[in-house]
C-alpha cells in the first residue's frame, strides 16, 4: 500500500480562497502507473481548492475499505472497482450520499446518463434509495477487433447491425475463411470471457430491466430469456465453421493467444470480440489504428433495442463525509478532470462536454465515441452477482455449455449455486 501527499506548499498557504482548507484522503486500488495518473488529478484539485489531498493505492483495496470502515477509520473519498461492494457498504450505513443534484447532473451531462444514475445508486440501512456512487474513468467491453488490412482484401465491410455480423461471418465461410477466434482459458478464471459475450447478448436480446432483474437473481438462468442469450453466444462458440480450431477449442484456447490467429498469414481467423485491453496480446509491434482497428459489437436492428454497451468503471464514494469530499466530487464534474487522464492514456468518459481532442491517441477517442454513443451502459454481470456465481458457477458453466452441454442443464446448475 502507497501513499502520496499531493498539495503543494503553495497551495496550502492560507489565503482568502483557502481559509477553510482541510486534509482529504483518498483510497483506491490504483498502484504504479495507474497511481501516478490519479495522482496528477488529484493534484489538479489541490492547487485549486487548497485543500491537502492524499492518496493510497492498494491491490487489497476490496478488503482494506470494509475493515476501514469497520474500524471507523475510513478514507475521505473511496473509488470502488465494483457496484457491488459499494451497494453492500451503503446498506451498512459506511457511505453518505452524494448532493443533491447530483442525479439530475449526471443524467443531463452523460451519454445513457440514467444508467449511470443507476449503478450508483443504492439501499441505505432503512432501504431508501440514495446516490452514492460517482462513476469517473470507464471501460468498454462491446468491441470487435480485426485486422483493416485482412478485411480490405477481402473486400469486407463493417458491420452495423447484429444481422450484417452474422451475414459476414456466413460470408468468410463461403470464402473458405474462418470469421472468429474465441478463447476461454484463463487459469483459475477460465470462463469468464464466455460470460462477457452472454452479457452483451442479453442487452442485444432483451431490455436493460431484464438484464437487471438477471443480476439481481428475480429472475434465474433458467429463464427463456436468458437461455436465448446463452444459444446466441453458442451460435457463434459452438459453431465449427465460425469458430478457428472449431468449437472443440474454444474453451481450452487462452484468451490471451485467441486474438493472435488475425495476424496470421494466411489469417485463421477475421474477428474477435474482446474488451478494450486486448491489443496488449496482440504481437509484438501491432499499431492498433494501422495492423489492428476494431467496431462497435452491434445490435440487432429487428429488435430495436438501441446501442447498448457492456463494460465496467470505477466510481467515487464518501466514506467518510467532509466539505472537501463533497468539493472532489463536484470537480470530477469538469471537463478538466477527465481530460487530464485522456491526455495520459487509458481512460474513458461518459461526459458529453469533454473535448474529444484531448485524448491522448485517436483509437481512444474513437473507443469513446462509443461509449458516448450508447443509449444503455450495463456493468459486467459477473462482477455484480455473488463471487460464488459471477466468479464461480457462471465460469464453470460457460465452459461446459461451449464444450457441448445444453444450456437448460448448465442453467440449473447455476440457479442450483446462488446463495440464498
Given at each position: 500500500?502507497?501513499?502520496?501527499?499531493?498539495?503543494?506548499?503553495?497551495?496550502?498557504?492560507?489565503?482568502?480562497?483557502?481559509?477553510?482548507?482541510?486534509?482529504?484522503?483518498?483510497?483506491?486500488?490504483?498502484?504504479?502507473?495507474?497511481?501516478?495518473?490519479?495522482?496528477?488529478?488529484l493534484?489538479?484539485?489541490?492547487?485549486?481548492?487548497?485543500?491537502?489531498?492524499?492518496?493510497?493505492?492498494?491491490?487489497?483495496?476490496?478488503?482494506?475499505?470494509?475493515?476501514?470502515?469497520?474500524?471507523g477509520?475510513?478514507?475521505?473519498?473511496?473509488v470502488?472497482?465494483?457496484?457491488?461492494?459499494?451497494?453492500?457498504?451503503?446498506?451498512?450505513?459506511?457511505?453518505?450520499?452524494?448532493?443533491?443534484?447530483?442525479?439530475?447532473?449526471?443524467?443531463?451531462?452523460?451519454?445513457?446518463?440514467?444508467?449511470?444514475?443507476?449503478?450508483?445508486?443504492?439501499?441505505?440501512?432503512?432501504?431508501?434509495?440514495?446516490?452514492?456512487?460517482?462513476?469517473?474513468?470507464?471501460?468498454?467491453?462491446?468491441?470487435?477487433?480485426?485486422?483493416?488490412?485482412?478485411?480490405?482484401?477481402?473486400?469486407?465491410?463493417?458491420?452495423?447491425?447484429?444481422?450484417?455480423?452474422?451475414?459476414?461471418?456466413?460470408?468468410?465461410?463461403?470464402?473458405?475463411?474462418?470469421?472468429?477466434?474465441?478463447?476461454?482459458?484463463?487459469?483459475?478464471?477460465?470462463?469468464?470471457?464466455?460470460?462477457?459475450?452472454?452479457?452483451?447478448?442479453?442487452?442485444?436480446?432483451?431490455t436493460?430491466?431484464?438484464?437487471?432483474?438477471?443480476?439481481?437473481?428475480?429472475?434465474?438462468?433458467?429463464?427463456?430469456?436468458?437461455?436465448?442469450?446463452?444459444?446466441?453466444?453458442?451460435?457463434?462458440?459452438?459453431?465449427?465453421?465460425?469458430?478457428?480450431?472449431?468449437?472443440?477449442?474454444v474453451?481450452?484456447?487462452?484468451?490471451?493467444?485467441?486474438?493472435?490467429g488475425?495476424?496470421?498469414?494466411?489469417?485463421?481467423?477475421?474477428?474477435?470480440?474482446?474488451?478494450?485491453?486486448?491489443?496488449?496480446?496482440?504481437?509484438?509491434?501491432?499499431?492498433?489504428?494501422?495492423?489492428?482497428?476494431?467496431?462497435?459489437?452491434?445490435?440487432?436492428?429487428?429488435?430495436?433495442?438501441?446501442?447498448?454497451?457492456?463494460g465496467?468503471?470505477?466510481?467515487?464514494?464518501?466514506?467518510?463525509?467532509?466539505?472537501?469530499?463533497?468539493?472532489?466530487?463536484?470537480?470530477?464534474?469538469?471537463?478538466?478532470?477527465?481530460?487530464?487522464?485522456?491526455g495520459?492514456?487509458?481512460?474513458?468518459?461518459?461526459?458529453?462536454?469533454?473535448?474529444?481532442?484531448k485524448?491522448?491517441?485517436?483509437?481512444?477517442?474513437?473507443?469513446?465515441?462509443?461509449?458516448?454513443?450508447?443509449?444503455?451502459?450495463?456493468?459486467?454481470?459477473?462482477?455484480?452477482?455473488?463471487?460464488?456465481?459471477?466468479?464461480?458457477?457462471?465460469?464453470?458453466?460457460m465452459?461446459?455449455y461451449?464444450?457441448?452441454?445444453a444450456?437448460?442443464?448448465?442453467?440449473?446448475?447455476?440457479?442450483?449455486?446462488?446463495?440464498?
Amino acid at each position: 500500500m502507497k501513499s502520496v501527499y499531493l498539495a503543494s506548499a503553495a497551495a496550502l498557504a492560507i489565503t482568502a480562497s483557502s481559509v477553510t482548507a482541510e486534509q482529504l484522503t483518498v483510497f483506491g486500488p490504483w498502484l504504479g502507473p495507474d497511481q501516478e495518473t490519479v495522482e496528477k488529478v488529484l493534484g489538479a484539485f489541490a492547487e485549486q481548492s487548497g485543500h491537502d489531498v492524499r492518496y493510497t493505492g492498494s491491490d487489497s483495496f476490496e478488503q482494506q475499505i470494509l475493515v476501514d470502515a469497520e474500524a471507523g477509520s475510513a478514507p475521505n473519498i473511496a473509488v470502488f472497482p465494483q457496484p457491488g461492494l459499494a451497494a453492500d457498504m451503503a446498506s451498512r450505513g459506511f457511505l453518505t450520499p452524494l448532493k443533491d443534484g447530483t442525479a439530475d447532473w449526471v443524467r443531463e451531462n452523460y451519454a445513457a446518463g440514467q444508467s449511470w444514475v443507476d449503478l450508483g445508486t443504492y439501499a441505505d440501512q432503512d432501504g431508501n434509495d440514495n446516490m452514492y456512487g460517482f462513476f469517473y474513468k470507464v471501460d468498454v467491453k462491446s468491441l470487435v477487433w480485426y485486422s483493416p488490412e485482412n478485411f480490405e482484401d477481402a473486400g469486407y465491410e463493417i458491420p452495423e447491425t447484429m444481422e450484417e455480423l452474422i451475414a459476414l461471418s456466413d460470408q468468410i465461410v463461403a470464402d473458405g475463411g474462418t470469421p472468429w477466434c474465441i478463447g476461454l482459458g484463463s487459469g483459475g478464471a477460465t470462463g469468464w470471457p464466455a460470460t462477457d459475450w452472454v452479457e452483451d447478448m442479453m442487452l442485444r436480446t432483451q431490455t436493460p430491466d431484464v438484464y437487471d432483474q438477471w443480476v439481481s437473481n428475480e429472475i434465474g438462468f433458467s429463464d427463456e430469456r436468458v437461455l436465448a442469450a446463452i444459444e446466441e453466444y453458442g451460435n457463434f462458440a459452438r459453431n465449427d465453421d465460425w469458430v478457428a480450431g472449431g468449437a472443440g477449442q474454444v474453451a481450452s484456447t487462452d484468451f490471451r493467444d485467441s486474438p493472435k490467429g488475425m495476424f496470421d498469414s494466411p489469417p485463421q481467423c477475421y474477428m474477435h470480440r474482446q474488451a478494450s485491453f486486448i491489443p496488449a496480446f496482440f504481437p509484438e509491434g501491432t499499431e492498433v489504428g494501422v495492423d489492428a482497428d476494431f467496431f462497435y459489437f452491434p445490435a440487432f436492428a429487428e429488435k430495436d433495442l438501441g446501442a447498448p454497451v457492456l463494460g465496467a468503471g470505477t466510481l467515487w464514494a464518501i466514506t467518510n463525509e467532509n466539505d472537501a469530499a463533497h468539493e472532489l466530487i463536484e470537480f470530477l464534474k469538469t471537463p478538466e478532470a477527465h481530460e487530464i487522464w485522456m491526455g495520459l492514456g487509458g481512460f474513458l468518459t461518459p461526459h458529453k462536454g469533454v473535448d474529444s481532442s484531448k485524448f491522448s491517441d485517436a483509437p481512444t477517442a474513437k473507443m469513446n465515441d462509443i461509449l458516448l454513443g450508447a443509449t444503455t451502459f450495463r456493468f459486467d454481470a459477473s462482477d455484480l452477482m455473488p463471487g460464488a456465481v459471477g466468479q464461480g458457477t457462471f465460469w464453470s458453466g460457460m465452459v461446459d455449455y461451449t464444450g457441448g452441454k445444453a444450456a437448460a442443464d448448465v442453467a440449473a446448475e447455476i440457479d442450483a449455486s446462488w446463495p440464498n
